[in-house]
């Protein structure tokens, strides 16, 4: 078996075993409401332990890529994606070792995985770094700002367990309807992955001429029918769809698709879920929340942003800075990646500033840290696929 073969093995059993884990979780909540602490402590080590196992493979993973690649393995959006979604795990389990909560994995690991399954709907193969991209600061950066990133993402898991724990959602009201939205918005990333390989499975293929930003001519092919169509395209594929909207070169018009696309399969996804278990999707995850302790969640998701934030900035915005001005001789540029790391950065500040200064605790910090993660998912999500810029190749 050759380093990719495998490298793709140990990414398989990683995920098996969050999703493995995320059940056993699962067992240790339920067993934590039981009389017999016996089973909360079998079903808690069980989880844990099955954990730490997907995390070994998926640093196996990590690391067999990197040495097939020949260089660190984040430098397009599978990469990327995968390396997040196991420091994701990473952070878990430190956390997890600090304050012994099961609720924490069964909340942190789906999240993991739907980051992996995001990711693995992007082209898995390993290609040469383009020129931009060949500089030891693509490891110093990137990886950094993942790890800032994957820390802050275990503040949104303790701020969504508290909302859980301590909104009524037998009553309508404004928190109900919002952390329902949070729940929407996670079924459309199974949507994008339904999406995915649906037309993948139907042999979807269209090409396009068009022209760039540049003015100049360029080929693209479309792996799900064009919503969206690239700056004055023509179709290449005969009786290929007429694209019912064209956009600007600014916008990548094909990954607009891929999220509209995603948006509607997760919709109908979100629709049938509601219709089959009539109940709203957080009503069900509740009461995995309730025996959770308030105070520790909110100690959690403050300690992690505390944590996350200094990481964050040390990745996302120093380290590129430096790292833009020995690529492009400025140390700022006001692509859309940079505008949404400091955009990122500005508000895990204000977070600070309001919990420091205005004791803003419980319920507004949870909506905080919940909204903070919302803002990382759409600089990974939209940024990445719609807006075109320097960090286009990602």
């Known amino acids: 078996m050759d380093l990719v073969s495998l490298s793709s093995s140990l990414l398989f059993i990683a995920f098996v075993a969050y999703l493995i884990a995320t059940f056993l979780f699962g067992g240790a909540v339920k067993g934590s409401s039981s009389e017999s602490s016996k089973s909360f402590e079998r079903w808690g080590k069980l989880a844990i332990s099955v954990t730490i196992l997907g995390f070994i493979a998926n640093i196996g993973y990590f690391i067999t890529r990197w040495i097939a690649a020949g260089h660190a393995p984040v430098s397009n959006l599978f990469e990327f994606t995968t390396a997040f979604g196991m420091m994701v795990v990473g952070a878990f389990i430190l956390i997890y070792f600090l304050y012994r909560i099961p609720a924490l994995g069964l909340f ?19 290609t040469p770094l383009i020129p931009a991209l060949k500089s030891y600061w693509l490891t110093v950066h990137v990886i950094t700002a993942a790890l800032g990133e994957s820390i802050l993402a275990i503040s949104a898991v303790a701020g969504l367990i508290w909302l859980l724990k301590n909104i009524d959602l ?20 199974l949507g994008f992955v339904v999406a995915t390989t649906s037309f993948s499975l139907a042999d979807y293929k269209a090409e396009y001429n068009y022209v760039d930003k540049e003015e100049k001519t360029a080929k693209i092919e479309y792996d799900m029918p064009p919503i969206f169509g690239m700056n004055k395209s023509e179709a290449i594929t005969e009786n290929a769809m007429v694209p019912l909207v064209e956009m600007p070169p600014l916008v990548n018009a094909k990954k607009l698709t891929i999220v509209t696309w995603s948006v509607i399969f997760g919709t109908v996804l979100y629709l049938l879920l509601r219709l089959i278990l009539r109940k709203r999707i957080a009503a069900i995850l509740q009461p995995f929340a309730r025996r959770a302790n308030s105070q520790f969640m909110d100690e959690i998701g403050y300690r992690s942003v505390l944590i996350g934030f200094p990481v964050f900035t040390l990745g996302a915005l120093i380290f590129a800075m430096i790292w833009a001005h020995e690529a492009w001789s400025r140390f700022w540029g006001w692509d859309p990646k940079e505008v949404w790391a400091l955009i990122t950065w500005l508000f895990y500040a ?35 696929l719609i807006i075109a810029g320097l960090h286009s190749y990602a």
Do not use: C
């Open 170 to 189: 037998t009553k309508k009201s404004k928190q109900r309807f919002w952390i329902e939205a949070v729940m929407y918005v996670g079924v459309l990333v």
């Open 350 to 384: 204000v977070f600070l500033h309001l919990r420091l200064t205005k004791g803003w605790h419980g319920e507004k910090s949870a909506w905080l840290a919940l909204i903070g993660f919302i803002i990382i998912m759409f600089n990974l999500v939209a940024v990445n």
């Open 108 to 126: 942190a690991l789906p999240i993991a995985i739907l980051i992996i399954s995001y990711a693995s709907m992007f082209p898995k193969d390993i």
